[in-house]
């Protein structure tokens, strides 16, 4: 007999996504769906419960569905449709602490993945260059997404404990990007502009959305010969971006603003509603964050498809190019190498002045 | 420059306004511009109808005085800011050219054909290439086509900037005489340990570039930085390109385990920021976590001492509120500063010497060793004490603070 996965939070496209994928698994049998608002996109032939996972009637799903693997897919950082940071807070920590519950009284349940993320570790000077799957963080998240993410992998460290037959998982992804995701980040990325913390060049790293999808369904099934699929895992593409070369890439002008004055751009973009400008991310793109995927290739035996660079490729091809494509960019500069270059007059001396000068500002 | 140089001191003024030079290709980065110095200069004066290029010109020739390899290329760099005073003046000569056309074209031809004689002469037969990579150096930053690794380093703005920014304050201002940096390893891994001084960390960005300069595989000193590097901004994002990182257990161990040659001072703030009465007088080594950190990487530990970094900013008393007030480990009053302000904060052109000791294995020790408290405190006073002998030895040889 095949499995039957329940997965929350399947009104997000991503997830959605995950569904249709899971369905073509062979040894699924049935997924249930679960979110409090009807999805907008096609769940394939999974079932769709309209259920808030923070009310006990989760726990009769469970049971009733014969439910045997639990994705958490619902601990996310923006509100979907109405409701401030306040009703997203309680949906990430109540709602976990129900489903946990739930799961809890369900002898059936074998396997529980959820989803964090690596901002769980926070973004402070004072740290590592490199965060590993034990590395505590010097400064907690002080709110926001980041603090629900430790909340909930606390309560799901608590239910490990309490459950030991139970394997669990928890993946801490890095920022997901792609062609497809809406995630703060791509928001932030998607601005004619780039608003970026003066005298900081954080240093980012990305996952694919096809490799998130790709993890998780690894994470969902029996692990391979030689793999250990249970415990807690960063997954993140290989190598690190920084901003400013993110920036380059994409094509747009990066504006440079002050430390204090960042929170002032920030709430003047939120209210304007163009991005969701948080203080957990500031932090990011002050000091940013890079992860060891070590343990990710090694015992989870998954190697992302795409690197971090060629994440964010993909992720830029699929967007309008910026007011500077680095297209027209390597044009012009040709160009002054051929103007100069066939005289060949000044172009040493200058292109070396030119040269410090875009440094200077990167 | 592997030998001990005296070069007077007067003679920095006339060279001060030296370009930094681009380092071009992976040989040794002096040898290619060269092809005489003394060449150079006289082609940028030929070149040349006066102005700001003759000028430029003639600080070439007082660095060809000089005589030996380096002042060679002291002539070219300085040949070079010449040719670009007549790229000024060709361009200058275009743009006027409407009242007197022919006259002005016929000038600007001339000036022309001059260059074009004079720049291959200038910067060697390679000049397009040279031109070339600095195009395609400018188009890799401005599109971000470049990598740097998980600490952010960027390999190649610190070999065509960061480096060259700082190798006039080498090679011209402290003058950084560098012995046994052979010491240091080809490959693997390897731990540099230095004694802290000068207020400014200077000794540790002077390393970096006797490492990078001198050390015949070419290697980068990956400096472990205090915390406070990393708060500040600008100097955060400069450190971390520059391959520095943050100083703790974690990031030394990552840096061994690739083969990095990481460099460490244990004094960290006691040893910056001592009054100038203790200078060269080791402050306590910290806990001697670093031996640990290398006894696990099997990696070597190299003594390294540099002399002349101590006296770069004499401190006579330390503002401790100002510190306070400010947020700093310690807030420097020397003879010179606060009091002259930004002038003050000039550093004392000293005559340094960084030598880098023998190499201690740690690769003979089982594992369990890098717990064992009494082996640690025996290996940190080992270096602590070569770097101390290795320093009082120094100043013995050495003729005066500043020649």
């Known amino acids: 007999m095949g499995r039957t996965v329940l997965v929350t939070g399947v009104a997000r496209p991503l997830v959605g996504r995950l569904v249709r994928r899971l369905l073509r698994e ?182 694919h959305e096809d490799d998130v999808l790709d993890v998780l369904l690894l994470a969902a099934g029996e692990p391979r ?88 490729a993909d992720f830029a091809a699929g967007r309008a190019a910026g007011l500077l494509p680095p297209r027209e960019v390597r044009r012009a500069v040709d160009a002054v190498g051929e103007l100069l270059g066939l005289p060949g007059a000044r172009t040493p001396v200058q292109a070396d002045g030119v040269a410090k000068e875009s440094v200077h500002d990167g | ?113 001059a260059l074009m004689d004079a720049l291959p002469r200038l910067l060697g037969g390679g000049w397009e290439r040279k031109a070339t990579d600095a195009l395609s150096f400018l188009r890799r930053r401005l599109t971000g086509d470049y990598e740097v690794d998980e600490f952010g380093f960027d390999a190649e703005l610190t070999d065509q900037v960061l480096v060259p920014l700082f190798r006039p304050v080498f090679e011209k201002y402290f003058r950084v005489t560098v012995k046994g940096v052979e010491n240091i390893p080809d490959t693997g891994g390897a731990l540099v340990v230095c004694n802290h001084s000068g207020v400014v960390p200077w000794d540790g960005l002077m390393a970096q570039v006797a490492v990078h300069d001198h050390h015949p595989a070419d290697r980068h000193l990956r400096l472990l930085a205090a915390d406070l590097v990393f708060m500040l901004p600008f100097v955060n994002q400069l450190a971390r390109k520059g391959g520095h990182t943050l100083a703790c257990a974690d990031d030394a161990a990552r840096l061994l385990a690739r083969g990095e040659v990481v460099g460490v001072m244990p004094e960290g703030f006691k040893g910056i920021g001592k009054p100038f009465a203790d200078r060269y007088k080791l402050q306590r080594f910290g806990r001697g976590g670093f031996v640990s950190t290398a006894l696990r990487a099997g990696a070597p530990i190299v003594p390294c001492s540099i002399v002349g970094a101590e006296e770069i900013y004499p401190m006579i008393g330390n503002a401790k509120t100002v510190a306070r007030l400010l947020g700093l480990p310690y807030f420097p009053v020397t003879p010179t500063f606060p009091w002259l302000g930004a002038l003050g904060a000039v550093p004392l052109p000293t005559k340094w010497t960084i030598e880098f000791g023998e190499p201690i294995p740690t690769d003979g020790y089982p594992p369990e060793a890098a717990d064992d408290p009494m082996l640690m405190f025996n290996l940190t006073d080992q270096v602590r004490e070569t770097i101390q002998h290795t320093l009082y030895k120094l100043l013995v040889e050495r003729r005066s603070v500043f020649f």
């Open chain 1, 26 to 207: 062979p040894d699924v049998d049935r997924v249930v769906g679960v979110d409090s608002r009807a999805p907008e996109h096609r769940l394939g032939g999974a079932e769709f419960v309209p259920a808030d996972i923070r009310h006990p009637v989760l726990a009769r799903i469970l049971v009733e569905h014969g439910i045997d693997t639990v994705m958490h897919m619902d601990v996310t950082g923006t509100p979907l449709a109405r409701g401030g940071r306040a009703a997203v807070k309680e949906n990430n920590v109540i709602g976990s602490m129900q489903l946990l519950g739930a799961c809890q009284q369900a002898p059936r349940v074998r396997r529980l993945v959820v989803k964090s993320t690596t901002s769980v570790y926070g973004s402070a000077p004072r740290d590592p260059a490199v965060f590993t799957e034990s590395t505590p963080p010097k400064a907690l998240p002080s709110g926001g997404f980041a603090k629900d993410a430790v909340e909930v992998e606390g309560y799901v460290r608590g239910f490990a404990r309490r459950r030991p037959d139970v394997a669990v998982c928890v993946l801490r992804f890095a920022n997901i990007l792609g062609p497809r995701v809406d995630t703060p980040l791509a928001e932030y990325l998607a601005l004619p502009a780039l608003p970026t913390v003066l005298g900081y060049d954080p240093r980012l790293q990305f996952v």
């Open chain 1, 225 to 312: 010969r030689g793999t250990i699929n249970s415990g807690t895992f960063n997954i993140a593409g290989e190598g690190v971006l920084l901003l400013s070369q993110a920036a380059r890439r994409l094509g747009r002008p990066t504006v440079p603003v002050p430390l204090p004055a960042v929170t002032w751009v920030g709430s003047a973009l939120r209210s304007a509603g163009m991005t969701d400008f948080s203080p957990e991310q500031i932090r990011l793109l002050t000091h940013g964050r890079v992860v060891e995927t070590t343990q990710m290739r090694e015992l989870l035996g998954f190697t992302p498809e795409y690197s971090t660079v060629e994440t964010f």
């Open chain 2, 1 to 113: 420059m592997a030998d001990a140089k005296v070069i007077p001191f007067d003679d920095d003024r006339s060279r001060g306004g030296g370009k930094p030079r681009r380092r071009s290709g992976a040989g040794r980065p002096r040898r290619p511009d060269g092809g005489g110095g003394a060449a150079g200069a006289e082609a940028a004066l030929s070149a040349l109808p006066g102005g700001q290029g003759s000028a430029a010109g003639e600080s070439g020739g007082d660095g060809a005085d000089d005589g030996a390899g380096e002042s060679g290329a002291d002539g070219g760099g300085a040949g070079r800011t010449g040719a670009a005073g007549a790229a000024d003046g060709a361009a200058s000569g275009g743009r006027t050219a409407p009242p007197g056309a022919e006259a002005a074209e016929a000038v600007a031809a001339a000036l022309q054909n």
